[in-house]
């Protein structure tokens, strides 16, 4: 799967008055009538059960500049230094969306499907947003994308063969 190019998305949950949130980039676009996402999800994150709890998440596509935001919250730290000084707004549902990405969704979880050590979450997007106009981050290789200029993106090398 690392060859497989991504984007990264940020996906976020809030259960009583605490947010929690995840680096994601396996996501799916499922169906545009009505618009629904897929996220796979590993049981062992801390923010799987809270959206379980919940029955909602968001998502929040990241910019290439947003790199940070994607390695901190890629990181097993307690949820409330991930959102440390990190500037979100709040969607109709109360969740916790990223400033600065190119989107957001808000997801009401329809169906749960445990997928061995995954759980595969369905969500009916509940509200859209448009965000900023800029390059996505990109994700390839266990590497991100960076910009060379002239719109050109630089990728991790391959690794030597064994
Ligand atoms: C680029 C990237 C993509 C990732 N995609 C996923 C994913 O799709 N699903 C997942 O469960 N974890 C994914 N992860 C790992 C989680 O972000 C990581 O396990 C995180 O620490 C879980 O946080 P939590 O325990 O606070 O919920 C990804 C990490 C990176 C760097």
């Known amino acids: 799967m690392g060859r497989w190019a991504t984007g990264v998305s940020i996906v976020t949950a809030r259960e009583f008055d605490r947010d929690a949130g995840l680096t994601v980039n396996a996501l799916l676009s499922v169906s545009l009538a009505p618009p629904s996402v897929l996220v796979s999800l590993t049981r062992d994150a801390d923010t799987t059960p809270l959206i379980e709890r919940s029955g909602h998440f968001a998502v929040s596509f990241l910019a290439a500049d947003q790199r940070a935001v994607s390695e901190r919250f ?22 916790a969306l990223i400033d600065g990405s190119l989107a957001a969704i808000e997801c009401r979880v329809v169906s749960k499907t445990p997928a061995y050590d995954h759980l595969l979450l369905l969500g009916e997007v509940v509200y859209q947003e448009e965000g900023r106009e800029a390059p996505p981050l990109l994700f390839f290789r266990s590497g991100y994308g960076e910009e060379t200029g002239g719109g050109l993106v630089r990728f991790p090398p391959p690794a030597p063969p064994p």
């Open 74 to 95: 890629a990181r097993a730290l307690p949820s409330e230094e991930k959102f440390q000084e990190l500037r979100v707004h709040r969607g109709p549902a109360g969740l």
